[in-house]
Every structure is written in structure tokens, then in C-alpha cells.
């Protein structure tokens, strides 16, 4: 009831300050926060470490920090994302590559589309679902139930629907595939722990196959894509090229080619931008990690992972 109550009350402050108003505010109070947050501190420095292995330790600091504030203000502006109009919407958001996903929608099987956690993805999905209607959007489940609840209120108001993390979650991804409607998927944790070993940063981890399973499957093409935020803290949605998968007899090598290509885009941006992947779980874990706390992200945080 607490964490409900207080979530309430800076969503309402939030909600009533002016944007610039409400980052100068959240600034201050992330970075007094932060050097008490250790264990999400420390696995956003080593994630970031394995990126950028030659950076020295001030420096690799100094980026977590960054990318800390750049978090704060994502979830500032998912309390603000639900009361905003349309246009507003759009002069926070530049569309790139949009031919890509104009291509992936053409093939009428709806399209899945791929992402690591960067940016604001309430914001890219609500514009999305301003242009192309309902879609949906695979979040983790929250504690207390009363606070996801009312999350998913919100997002409901952005017309996104909110399917829940979980083993059968993948039966409700192609219910809306089939009524040729985008998913949007988070992949970059395996928060199920049913994903497989695959190289990332030049080291094995396990991430989710489901998105790749469900495009061979449905035929639905599956489209990288990014949300990025800009030095006026506008953002910028860059779809990459779509994935058209073809099954073939080897269905482990078919999601094993198409991981890879998934993994390599995400690398590519994630180096580009490291201080706007908001990642506070080990990626590369020594050992099992039972989180005493869990920060949820503002975008999508989710996979599907059979």
C-alpha cells in the first residue's frame, strides 16, 4: 500500500509540473539517490562495462551517472505521457525509417517489433497507436498488484494493450498478430529464465527467443527498433529493416540466424548510446541474482520466452 500511495503522489506532482520544471526536480533527487541505490548502481556499471571494457572506472562512473538521470527523466515522462494531446505527442517524437515499418505492415501479419530497454517507449507507443491503432505492449508484472493494475490503466488510455510477462503471454502476442495489429517486445533480459546463450558484447548470455519462435511461426516480420533521446530531450523512433523469416528444415538455425542479427542491431546502438540503456539487472550475472528490489522500466520490459 505504500509503494501504491507514494507512486500516486509523485505521479500526481509529476503530472501537474511543467516538463522542465519536473526534470530540473527529478535531476536533484536521482542524483542524491543514486549513491544509495548500490546493487542497481553496481549492475548498471558492470552492464555498461562489458559495452565499453577499455573506458577507466571515473569515466564508466560518470556514464552510469548520465545514464541514470536519462532514466529519471524517461520516467518522468511516463507520467506525463497520458495527459498529453496528440499534437504534443508529436512534437516530442521524429519518426525515422518509416518506410521500414510502412514494409513490415504491408505484409498483413502484423508486425513484432524488438527492442531493448532505451528511451521512452510510452511515448513511441503511444504515437504509434495514434497512426496505427491498438497495439500491444509485453510488460513485467509489478508489485502490488494495485500499482501494475493502475499502470496498465494508463497505458490503456494511450490505447495500448497491456499483456503481462508470463509463460502463456505468447498465445496473446498472436491473437493480436492476427487481427494484424504491432507487439512490441523488450528482449534485451531474460526475465523468465527460458531464453538460450548467445554472444553479446563478446560474451554468452541467455536472452528470450519467443519473438523469433512467434515470427516463424505467425510469418509475422519481426522490426528492430530504437527510441532515442535527443540533446533537447525530444525523442527520435528509428525503425531499422525488417525481418522477413523463412522456416527452413533447420528451426535451430533459423533462430539462431535471426537472434544474431536481432543482438548485433541492439549492439550497434547500444554502443552508440550507452548512457540511454536503462538496464539495473545483471546482464552477465557471476552468479544467480535474486533482486531485493525491482525498478521497473518506463518502456516495455519484457520478452517472450517460449
Known amino acids: ?17 511543467p516538463r522542465r520544471l519536473a526534470y530540473a526536480i527529478g535531476v536533484v533527487t536521482s ?19 562489458h559495452v565499453l571494457p577499455e573506458m577507466p572506472g571515473p569515466q564508466l562512473r560518470k556514464l552510469a551517472w548520465r545514464n541514470w538521470l536519462n532514466y529519471t527523466k ?4 511516463f507520467f506525463k505521457i497520458p495527459r498529453m494531446d496528440r499534437r504534443k505527442l508529436g512534437a516530442l517524437l521524429t519518426p525515422s525509417g518509416l518506410e521500414n ?17 532505451m528511451g521512452s517507449w510510452e511515448l513511441a507507443a503511444a504515437s504509434w ?6 497495439i500491444g505492449v ?23 494493450r497491456v499483456i503481462p510477462l508470463s509463460r502463456t503471454g505468447a498465445r496473446d502476442i498472436m491473437r ?11 528482449m534485451d533480459r531474460d526475465i523468465l529464465n527460458t531464453g538460450q546463450p548467445f554472444k553479446f558484447f563478446g560474451r554468452l548470455t541467455s536472452f528470450p527467443t519467443g519473438p523469433v519462435e512467434i515470427a516463424l511461426k505467425t510469418g509475422a516480420p519481426i522490426l528492430p527498433a530504437f527510441c532515442i533521446r535527443d540533446r533537447n530531450d525530444a525523442y527520435i523512433a528509428i525503425g531499422e529493416p525488417p525481418l522477413f523469416l523463412t522456416p527452413s528444415e533447420d528451426h535451430r538455425a533459423d533462430v539462431r540466424g535471426a537472434m544474431e542479427q ?10 552508440r548510446y550507452p548512457d540511454q540503456w536503462h538496464v539495473l539487472e545483471p546482464i552477465w550475472p557471476e552468479k544467480p541474482v535474486v533482486p531485493a528490489v525491482t525498478i521497473p522500466s518506463p518502456p516495455a520490459q519484457a520478452a517472450v520466452g517460449d
Do not use: C
Not at 139 to 160: D, G, K
Open 176 to 186: 493480436m498478430l492476427k487481427e494484424h495489429r504491432m507487439v512490441v517486445l523488450a
Open 31 to 49: 542524483t542524491l539517490a543514486f549513491p544509495l541505490l548500490a546493487r542497481q548502481r553496481k549492475a548498471l556499471e558492470s552492464n555498461l562495462h
Open 101 to 117: 515499418l510502412d514494409a513490415a505492415m504491408a505484409r498483413g501479419k502484423g508486425v513484432i517489433v524488438v527492442a531493448p530497454h
Open 262 to 271: 536481432i543482438l548485433a542491431t541492439f549492439e550497434r546502438y547500444i554502443k
Open 129 to 134: 497507436a495514434a497512426s496505427f491503432g491498438e
Open 74 to 77: 524517461a520516467w518522468i515522462d
Open 138 to 160: 509485453m510488460v513485467e508484472q509489478i508489485e502490488p498488484r494495485r500499482l501494475f493494475e493502475h499502470v496498465s490503466a494508463l497505458r490503456s488510455r494511450m490505447n495500448i
Open 1 to 17: 500500500m505504500i509503494t501504491y500511495l507514494g507512486f500516486r503522489l509523485i505521479e500526481g506532482i509529476i503530472a501537474r509540473t
